[in-house]
């Protein structure tokens, strides 16, 4: 990386692994002490494990504390894990919810101040700096996306522009009248962004918009071409979730081989999603994070529920702090349809390897004759919409084959005009369960 990038993005990304590690460890210690004492669910916990604050000696003690999950949040709604007074307490935000009642989310200054710093760290490494102008299409609101991107855009000292979601012909006239260079919303949300901007005449190609920071679900490789292709864009995939802080734990470089965590910040590791045991760099399993600098609400061990493995070889960016692999599943979505466990995103990998198809599609869950069911419906791209029956027969099969081969089983495929089904905002919602319980 040239000296100039590397200035303009933050020292602590490029800093001796020992120096880091002394860091982490130094930073871990106190969290644990602080967490411990002002908080009566992590004191239990501990006091229950026959740990305290001063067993953690080296960063492999983290392995004697306790895990946390999210139904600690949900059980102690809304502040019981809060480690300040409400006082010091001064923003809140609340997940998503898209897996049941929401959480609630509490940050002191300092917290918001390490949040904007790892966004800018991250839109730095894209590639973004105080010379561009930058639309946010997240949602704004109790969802961490909208604001959490928001501060670290002015933290770089871009230009903002607080768009929202929604309104989609806004966002793309808003786009092309500013010169917008750099978007952030969901990688559907952005799939759309392109649709609707065709349908009014405009080539998003066309516009100057150059970056994409693209996160809150996953995606595939496929669904990466699309954007980059359909806009002239560069995408760059970003994690995070509202428990740790927002957006901006985790976001790749420009060498798109995996997302650097902010790691002096969030200490990574991953288990056996089964066992609880820590799993060696480069194994697949359960995404789980531990908040270094985070006073308001401290997580320490928190289980994700994503599934990823850790990269542990250096990156050619030169950045020291380690990468996850694209986030291929988030557990909660996970359905077992006649005895295997499927996730959505496995169906929309093999189904973008697939010309002719666009990632726009919905997964029907059905019950049949006391059977599951399972049906694709996906958006053919409007080439081929125009097609004879007999090709589209030939991509029908095409699909079920792609897909069998991912998941081993045969599904039923229904290709339906473009613009069909319902587009999302947010998270997109990849699947229709209305099987009998
Ligand atoms: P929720 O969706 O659980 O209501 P959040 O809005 O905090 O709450 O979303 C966090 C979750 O979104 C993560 O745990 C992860 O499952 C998903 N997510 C966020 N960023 C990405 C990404 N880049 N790739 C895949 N999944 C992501
Ligand atoms: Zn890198």
Not at 98 to 121: F, H, Q
Not at 151 to 176: D, F, K, W, Y
Not at 181 to 188: A, E, F, H, L, R
């Amino acid at each position: 990386m040239d000296s100039a990038v590397k200035n303009q993005c933050c020292a602590a990304d490029f800093m001796p692994v020992e120096t880091l590690r002394d860091i982490q460890l130094t930073r871990l210690q106190k969290i644990v002490r602080h967490a411990y004492d002002n908080v009566e669910f992590f004191r239990k916990r501990m006091d229950d494990m026959q740990v305290k604050p001063d067993d953690v000696k080296t960063l492999t003690d983290i392995q004697k504390l306790p895990f946390s999950k999210k139904v600690d949040l949900r059980d102690t709604y809304p502040f019981g894990l809060c480690a300040v007074p409400m006082s010091e307490v001064v923003r809140l935000h609340a997940s998503s919810g898209t897996t049941g009642k929401p959480i609630v989310v509490a940050y002191t200054k300092e917290d918001l101040d390490v949040w904007a710093e790892v966004m800018k760290r991250g839109l730095a490494g894209a590639g973004l700096s105080k010379n561009d102008i930058i639309q946010i299409a997240y949602g704004y609101g109790l969802f961490t996306g909208g604001l959490g991107a928001h501060c670290g855009c002015e933290a770089l000292g871009a230009t903002v522009v607080p768009a929202s979601v929604g309104n989609t012909q806004r966002q793309v006239m808003l786009m092309r009248d500013f010169g917008v260079n750099g978007i952030c919303c969901t990688p559907s949300y952005f799939l759309h962004l392109i649709e609707q901007a065709a349908l009014s005449g405009i080539d998003m190609r066309e516009l100057p918009v150059r970056v994409g920071i693209f996160g809150a679900e996953p995606w595939s490789q496929g669904m990466r071409e699309q954007l980059e292709k359909g806009a002239g864009i560069e995408a760059f995939d970003i994690y995070g979730l509202s428990e740790i802080i927002g957006p901006g734990v985790a976001i790749e470089c420009t060498e798109h081989s995996g997302m650097h965590v902010f790691e002096d910040h969030f200490y990574p590791e991953i288990i056996d999603p089964d066992t609880g045991e820590v799993l060696p760099d480069g194994e697949m399993g359960e995404l789980v994070l531990t908040t270094l600098s985070k006073y308001a609400m401290p997580m320490i061990r928190y289980r994700t529920r994503d599934l990823t493995r850790i990269i542990a070889e250096p990156c050619k960016c030169g950045r020291t702090i380690r990468r996850i692999d694209r986030i291929s599943a988030r557990s909660d979505d996970m359905f077992i349809i006649r005895g295997v466990n499927v996730f959505p995103s496995q169906i929309e990998s093999a189904l973008l390897t697939v010309p002719g198809v666009s990632a726009n599609y919905l997964i029907i869950l059905t019950t049949e004759n006391g059977m599951d069911n399972i049906e694709l419906n996906v958006e053919m791209s409007p080439e081929v919409f125009s097609d004879q029956v007999k090709e589209l027969e030939n991509l029908q099969r095409k699909i079920v084959r792609a897909v069998e081969s991912v998941i081993g089983l045969r599904i039923r495929i229904k290709l339906v005009a473009p613009q069909t089904i319902a587009r999302s905002e947010g998270k997109a919602k990849r699947v229709l369960d209305q099987r009998q319980k």
